[in-house]
Nanobody
Framework: VQLVESGGGLVHPGGSLRLSCVAS????????MGWYRQVPGKERELVAT???????IYSESVKARFTISRDNAKNTVSLLMNSLKPEDTAVYYC??????????????????WGQGIQVTVSS
C-alpha cells in the first residue's frame, strides 16, 4: 500500500493551498485518512483526520481555516488550507489506516504514511 501526496509549495501569508493524497495497492478498505505535519526539532502533530461516516477531527490551530474531505471511491483525501500563516510551514504527511489483504488472503489493519510534502508560508 502506498500513499502519495501532491499540492504543496510556497504561498504568501493569507493564501490558500490544497493538498491531495491517493492511496493505492492491496486495499480492502480504509478506516480513516488524514494529515499530520512536522517541523524540524518537533514531533509530528495532527492536522486533520476523517473517518467513516464523515467524522472529522481538526487540531485547534487549523479548525477554522482548513477543511478535510475524502473520496472513498477513489481512496483519496484532500486538505483545503485557507488563510495560511507562517506557522503553518511544515512538511505535511498523509496518513491512512488501511485494511489490507495479505498473500494468505487475511485482512489486517495497519497505519501507512506518505513520503511528506513541503508547505512553506512566507512573504
Amino acid at each position: 500500500v502506498q500513499l502519495v501526496e501532491s499540492g504543496g509549495g510556497l504561498v504568501h501569508p493569507g493564501g490558500s493551498l490544497r493538498l491531495s493524497c491517493v492511496a493505492s495497492g492491496s486495499i480492502f478498505s480504509i478506516n480513516g485518512m488524514g494529515w499530520y505535519r512536522q517541523v524540524p526539532g518537533k514531533e509530528r502533530e495532527l492536522v486533520a483526520t476523517i473517518f467513516e461516516g464523515d467524522r472529522k477531527i481538526y487540531s485547534e490551530s487549523v479548525k477554522a481555516r482548513f477543511t478535510i474531505s475524502r473520496d472513498n471511491a477513489k481512496n483519496t483525501v484532500s486538505l483545503l488550507m485557507n488563510s495560511l500563516k507562517p506557522e503553518d510551514t511544515a512538511v505535511y504527511y498523509c496518513w491512512g489506516n488501511v485494511i489490507y489483504r495479505d498473500d494468505d488472503d487475511q485482512l489486517w489493519p495497519r497505519d501507512y504514511w506518505g513520503q511528506g510534502i513541503q508547505v512553506t508560508v512566507s512573504s
